[in-house]
């Protein structure tokens, strides 16, 4: 299973950008979501949506971000608004899958993609 993530890059304060992650080499997907490392920080949850489409958002996103998901393209999106420095971290999708050929539900990262607010 692979995932590729895209749409990070350097913005304002009070800009908005929109992440995109595509999967690919699964058989079945359950879980998707987002997280992001700041340096120095740990990994943490973003946002997350289940397959029949429940969002989930933490302190960091709720309110500015938005989570979705497209099934016949097999992406997730996260469309984040009102940026503050504070966003400033490598953003990663997540994945909860079977790969194609597979039995196993397995735990998927992608690369990951820089998001940078500054002025």
């Known amino acids: 299973v692979q995932l590729q993530a895209f749409g990070g890059g350097l913005v304002q304060p009070g800009g908005s950008l929109r992440l995109s992650c595509a999967v690919s080499?699964?058989?079945?997907?359950?879980?998707m979501g987002w997280y992001r490392q700041a340096p120095e920080k740990e990994r943490e949850l973003v946002a997350s949506i289940s397959a029949a489409g429940s969002k989930t958002y933490t302190d960091i996103s709720k309110g500015r971000f938005t989570i979705s998901r497209d099934n016949v393209n097999a992406m997730v999106h996260l469309q984040m608004n009102s940026l503050e420095s504070g966003d400033t971290a490598v953003y990663y999708c997540n994945c909860r899958a079977r790969a194609s050929g597979g039995t196993l539900w397995q735990e998927y990262w992608g690369q990951g993609t820089q998001v940078t607010v500054s002025s």
């Open positions: 080499g699964f058989s079945a997907i359950t879980e």
